[in-house]
């Protein structure tokens, strides 16, 4: 989920998940969720949605939001904001992109059980890896 608006100010911004890009303006949603998956393992896996909003600073200096979309690993959604730019959404300096990531329901956790099941799992008896080795 995205971190609530009362957690921006100028003096403090939620800074345990943050990620820093610098980019350009002409970059796109789905360019910055390429990134993102550099950084965050589920981002890759098919079907995990990052879903998109800009926090900024409103005409009273309280920061507010706006849900710009969302983008999905390897395939198309209703809200699909892939090619939307920062430029589109009219982000400026001192605004803050806040990204939901909402891992694939199968995929990455299933995967990731597995490589613990199989690190878990006992050594072949080293009669049975000589045995094996001997056979055509």
Not at 31 to 47: C, D, I, N, P, Y
Not at 76 to 81: E, K, N, S, T, V
Not at 102 to 117: F, H, I, L
Request: glycine share 6%; hydrophobic share 30%; aromatic share 8%.
């Amino acid at each position: 989920d995205f971190h609530e608006d009362t957690e921006f100010s100028w003096e403090k911004q939620p800074l345990d998940d943050e990620v820093r890009v610098h980019t350009w303006r002409d970059a796109t949603l789905g360019e910055l969720t390429e990134l993102l998956a550099q950084v965050h393992r589920e981002v890759r896996q098919t079907g995990t949605r990052c879903s998109f909003k800009v926090v900024f600073p409103d005409a009273s200096g309280k920061f507010a939001s706006h849900q710009l979309g969302a983008t999905a690993t390897g395939r198309r959604l209703p809200d699909d904001a892939t090619r939307k730019t920062l430029a589109q959404i009219r982000f400026q300096v001192g605004d803050f992109l806040a990204v939901a990531i909402y891992p694939a329901r199968s995929g990455y956790t299933k995967a990731m059980e597995k490589v613990a099941d199989e690190g878990a799992k006992e050594e072949e008896p080293e009669e049975g890896k000589r045995r094996r080795e001997r056979e055509p």
